[in-house]
């Protein structure tokens, strides 16, 4: 029976990776949305997947936040560096979210973990495209960013539309645009329709979806039936050479609609 399931598992992941035409899919059992604790098997497909893709020597790995990334993050351990130097950057900064999650603390914990070093990227959150626009003339920041534009490692989450504008505490003037515009999901600070079209964005420095075409690895970790939408949507446009690590909840969801 073990052997069974464990067919049907990867036979749905061959059925995701096709029908989004991305590299490959990873589907881990269980649902985070009804178990916390599936977020933990999610961060261990991260890190087997991670130790499959990296190439040995140097490795520059840009990063986003959220408490999915910063469960990857706990899982990583220096088996990681073994042949490899790492660098682990944060992709963009100032999304508003929490001080723990933000991918300052994630690219901080994922290099104190996994034995690499750590670059920081930190710019004022509140603040208007003029102000920040000339901070990106400033040689730490420039430094961080050069670095971000060389990653060939991409880990980011995807969150569900409303509950990420309204977890960041965006404006009631955003709120009521998300949700005019029909937004999904949100990734990268780039909120998407159901065609994975951006419809709205968070005017902040770093990386956005577009620049990833470029980059050799590219791993969104997402799971839980509630992101359904909002990864299927995502995953429409997302580079060949994605590989989506999901779980059932999301998952089963996904496939029951194609
Ligand atoms: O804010 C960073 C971010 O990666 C978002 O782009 C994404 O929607 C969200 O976090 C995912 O967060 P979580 O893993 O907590 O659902």
Avoid at 120 to 133: A, G, M, N, R
Avoid at 210 to 225: M, N, Q, T, Y
Wanted: include cysteine; glycine fraction near 8%; charged fraction near 25%.
């Amino acid at each position: 029976q073990m052997m069974g399931q464990l067919l049907g598992m990867r036979e749905k992941e061959n059925q995701l990776a096709i029908y989004f035409q991305i590299e490959h899919c990873i589907i881990v059992s269980g649902d985070v949305d009804e178990q916390a604790k599936v977020q933990e098997e999610l961060g261990r497909a991260t890190m087997d997947s991670l130790k499959f893709l990296l190439p040995e020597g140097d490795n520059i790995i840009a990063v986003m936040g959220g408490t999915t990334m910063a469960e990857v993050a706990n899982h990583m351990n220096e088996s990681l560096s073994y042949h490899r130097e790492l660098i682990f950057v944060p992709a963009r900064g100032g999304l508003g979210e929490s001080v723990n999650i933000q991918a300052n603390a994630v690219s901080a914990q994922m290099a104190k973990k996994a034995g690499g070093a750590n670059r920081v990227l930190y710019v004022p959150e509140q603040v208007s495209e003029e102000t920040y626009k000339p901070l990106l003339q400033e040689p730490e920041i420039k430094k961080t960013l050069d670095l971000v534009e060389r990653a060939n490692c991409v880990l980011y989450g995807i969150g569900d539309a409303m509950h990420m504008a309204e977890r960041r505490g965006m404006s009631q003037e955003a709120l009521a645009l998300i949700k005019e515009k029909a937004a999904v999901g949100e990734a990268f600070g780039e909120f998407y329709n159901q065609a994975g079209e951006v419809v709205y964005k968070i005017p902040r420095i770093g990386m956005q979806s577009k620049d990833l075409s470029h980059v050799s690895s590219v791993i969104a970790i997402a799971g839980g039936r509630s992101k359904a939408n909002a990864i299927e949507a995502y995953m429409k446009k997302a580079p060949a050479q994605t590989w989506l690590i999901t779980d059932e909840g999301a998952a089963n969801q996904i496939l029951k609609g194609i």
